[in-house]
């Protein structure tokens, strides 16, 4: 049997459902990732603590170690390279900077030159190599940095005019960077500080530890949930309902008929009761002719016969109305007897349009169309 609430519904148990399992699901995948960063924390407080070296370990390799000297790490697989063209590099420091992915790949203007193994000792970094050895004394590197993108870290000595490093394998290349770190900071007598930097690190991370989440509960559902999309497809909603009417009262339609717009004579007709008869131009449309002056308004005739539905607009024998058709761009010579013009109606080059204030006007399509007349309102057809 389903569970129901009071009401005798379902949907609120299966929102609570749908919100616990989305919510644990979040909270685990953020506590996995605090975890792994509080592992590495800790590894490598471990590491600088515990981070010691001997002269039994630089035992047949081809390096003579001085009388305080003693390895610390040594890496078989790493790879020098040089930089014809480069800009100063940063002066060494002791920052632990947290290293995202890195890519096995060169950076542009990087070449190799030699392969061989990478030994720190506690006062140089050394670069056994096919070719020969190349070394880096800590008391004359001027510039080191560790690309943030490529396993490459690059060095530069006061002794050596051309920048050059080590490229490694990717996952070798953050302990290295730490261990060089370390070694740089012991030769300067400052490991100390490292240690407090991690210890500082550790107590920020441990802040940032995520909460389990409290249960949803079917009582907490809201009636938006209901809906496909919640509270966003309601308020979309609403504003299509608001929008809609206002742009179709609003709005200038263009023809609903598709069909060809009708031309009628520009110049006056004889005044009868009878509507000017329609010209349906067979060729090229007919050159506006400019009307004489405007006439002396007579008194408004009545209709002598029953005309169609105008929705809304004035009486008149013309058939003209607000309920699309097509537009009028030639009309009648005594359109102003049955409409209120607005003043140089003639002048007008376009289409028949109402005006907000209600006056009538032939300039539509003109951005200046009802310009002075609180902008257009509708287009009149026929």
């Known amino acids: 049997m389903a569970k129901t609430d009071s009401t005798g519904s379902t949907w609120r ?13 979040t909270y685990r995948g953020a506590e996995a990732a605090w975890r792994r960063r509080d592992d590495e924390l800790r590894r490598l407080r471990a590491l600088a603590a515990d981070f010691q070296g001997s002269a039994a370990a630089g035992a047949g390799l081809a390096l003579e170690l001085a009388a305080d000297e003693v390895v610390l790490w040594a890496l078989p697989a790493a790879q020098l390279v040089e930089v014809r063209h480069t800009t100063v590099l940063p002066a060494p420091d002791l920052t632990v900077a947290r290293t995202g992915p890195l890519r096995p790949r060169r950076p542009d203007g990087v070449r190799v030159t030699d392969a061989g193994m990478a030994v720190i000792t506690s006062r140089r970094l050394v670069l056994l190599g096919g070719r020969g050895r190349r070394d880096w004394a800590y008391g004359r590197i001027t510039g080191l940095a560790h690309d943030p993108a490529a396993p490459v870290t690059l060095i530069q000595v006061l002794d050596r005019r051309r920048t050059s490093g080590l490229l490694l394998p990717t996952d070798a290349a953050p302990d290295f960077r730490f261990k060089l770190t370390l070694a740089f900071a012991d030769a300067i007598e400052q490991r100390a500080a490292v240690i407090a930097q991690l210890d500082e690190l550790i107590d920020e991370h441990a802040q940032l530890k995520p909460f389990r989440p409290a249960a949803a509960t079917p009582g907490q559902a809201r009636l938006s949930s209901f809906v496909p999309g919640g509270r966003r497809t309601i308020a979309v909603a609403a504003a299509i309902a608001l929008l809609v009417p206002a742009a179709l009262i609003e709005s200038d339609p263009s023809d609903p008929t598709g069909g060809a717009e009708v031309a009628v004579a520009a110049t006056p007709a004889p005044t009868t009761s009878v509507a000017p008869a329609l010209i349906r131009p067979a060729g090229p449309a007919l050159a506006l002719k400019t009307p004489p002056p405007k006439p002396t308004k007579s008194p408004r005739p009545s209709p002598s016969t029953t005309q169609g539905p105008r929705c809304g607009a004035p009486e008149n024998p013309l058939g003209y109305g607000f309920c699309g058709g097509t537009r009028i761009r030639k009309p009648a010579a005594e359109v102003c007897d049955w409409f209120d013009c607005v003043p140089q109606f003639w002048a ?15 300039a539509g399509g003109g951005s200046k169309a009802c310009a002075t007349h609180q902008g257009v309102r509708r287009t009149i057809t026929k």
Not at 348 to 362: A, F, H, P, T
């Open 348 to 362: 007008g080059r376009g289409y028949l349009v109402q005006c907000r204030d209600g006056s009538v006007s032939l």
């Open 13 to 25: 148990y299966r929102w609570a459902h749908r919100q616990n399992v989305r919510r644990v699901s």
